[in-house]
């Protein structure tokens, strides 16, 4: 079992550059989230997925697109990089919203 | 405003050192609070939720309580590898989730 999955490991974007962070998880997990991790602060959530084809937004989703096409992915696009977006990544994902989360281990982004 | 503030913000502790985080909350109504351990360079990993107030869980050297505004991670005879950052986070109706910024522990031998 991988468990979540998340690549890259670390990106560098410039200003108005686009990306996809890529996240998979092989738990059959219904659920699955987006969170940011900025120093200082406790992890704030992008967007969420409640189950393939079901998405919303969460706390932060200004910048971030998501789709969910099957329940393994859960791909996090950012539209046009800016700096602000420079942050650690986190995929989550759980059987429902109310239980534990299993996180992946991140992406470290860094915008200039 | 929805708060999960944990303190201390950083702790440094000997080996065997026992001591206390703490994880107070401000919620509407609170569905469950949760505590995660992470490592450097990794994601949280689940250590314990806790449902009511008075309720405990216990795992090796740590032991997680729960009142009606406040958790405490209990850990006892710490050991270098406890080193890690600790996370609470709160779960209220409807299933939004606050995350506190976390408390970093470092147990030195």
């Known amino acids: 079992n991988a468990g979540v999955t998340q690549t890259p490991k670390f990106q560098v974007l410039k200003t108005g550059q686009s990306m996809t962070l890529q996240c998979a998880q092989d738990m059959n997990h219904e659920y699955m989230s987006w969170y940011r991790q900025d120093p200082g602060m406790g992890l704030r959530l992008i967007h969420y997925s409640v189950g393939a084809g079901i998405t919303d937004q969460g706390e932060v989703p200004n910048g971030y697109n998501v789709s969910r096409s099957t329940t393994e992915d859960f791909p996090l696009r950012l539209l046009s990089a800016a700096p602000s977006q420079t942050s650690v990544y986190f995929c989550?994902?759980?059987?429902?919203?109310?239980?534990?989360?299993?996180f992946g281990n991140g992406t470290r982004l860094t915008v200039t | 405003e929805d708060q999960v503030t944990q303190s201390p913000e950083a702790l440094r502790l000997q080996e065997g050192e026992s001591s206390s985080l703490n994880c107070s909350y401000t919620?509407?109504?609170?569905?469950?609070l949760f505590w995660y351990r992470q490592d450097p360079g990794k994601g949280p990993e689940f250590l314990f939720t806790l449902y009511s107030a008075g309720e405990e869980k216990e795992k090796e050297r740590l032991k997680a309580t729960l009142t009606k505004k406040e958790s405490f991670l209990h850990i006892t005879a710490p050991k270098p590898e406890d080193s890690a950052t600790y996370l609470c986070?709160?779960?209220?109706?409807?299933?939004?989730?606050?995350f506190g910024a976390g408390t970093i522990l470092r147990v030195k031998s």
């Open positions: 986070a709160v779960m209220e109706y409807g299933n939004k989730l606050v």
């Open positions: 989550a994902s759980s059987y429902s919203p109310g239980v534990p989360l299993h």
């Open positions: 919620v509407s109504g609170l569905r469950g």
